[in-house]
């Protein structure tokens, strides 16, 4: 973690909840008890709001609290908080199509993102300077994979090729082999060959 950036999305914030066992995103909301800084989580299925606290996410829940205090429209930032966690597609699309200045960013795993929105959110996650907190080199490369391989869609792995160098896809690899399993070796197989035949055409 250096200057503010993060080196996992927000997804990471998620937690099981105790009475269903559903995956419940992070509200975008903390609480301070007995100095440490819990997140509160929504369980999608009605079961309310919890709150949890893991020292593995402390630096990110700080990176999350440092950006509050940046943002230029706090509530124009909340709102899109909403609509990402929530399970709107339409208005998604709408937010990718023309983002506000600030965007938080989460797991494309965690996202109703459409189709044809895959190869707009892998540019924004790759270029785009206005996630809060801001994502790092790493981070970036692979949420922008990881679009390509939950769409299997040959238009990020072009973005992917034409912005990042081939050490920086080898570096994330392992990590997309996790979260995708059996689904990866196709799409990254793609950018490996385009990759070394944009090297072998210089
Ligand atoms: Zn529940």
């Avoid at 797991?107 to 895959?118: K, V």
Wanted: aromatic letters at 8%; glycine letters at 8%; one cysteine or more.
């Amino acid at each position: 973690m250096n200057g503010g950036e993060i080196r996992f999305t927000l997804s990471t914030l998620r937690s099981e909840c105790d009475l269903c066992g559903a995956w419940s995103p992070f509200t975008g909301k903390t609480e301070v008890r007995a100095g440490r800084t819990y997140v509160i989580v929504r369980c999608p299925n009605g079961d309310g709001e919890f709150s949890v606290w893991k020292r593995d996410n402390e630096a990110l829940v700080l990176a999350f609290q440092r950006a509050q205090e940046t943002l230029t429209d706090s509530d124009s930032y909340r709102n899109a908080f909403n609509v990402l966690v929530g399970a709107h597609a339409g208005a998604v699309a709408a937010l990718v199509t023309s983002p506000p200045a600030e965007l938080p960013l989460f797991a494309i795993e965690d996202l109703p993102l459409g189709r044809e929105h895959a190869a707009r959110w892998s540019g924004l996650v790759l270029e785009w300077q206005g996630w809060r907190p801001l994502p790092d080199r790493s981070l970036r490369v692979e949420e922008a994979l990881a679009t390509a391989l939950k769409y299997d869609e040959k238009a990020c792995v072009e973005l992917v090729v034409a912005s990042a160098r081939q050490d920086e896809i080898a570096a994330v690899q392992d990590k997309l082999r996790r979260r995708f399993g059996a689904k990866y070796p196709g799409v990254l197989a793609v950018a490996s060959r385009m990759l070394r035949q944009d090297s072998a055409g210089m």
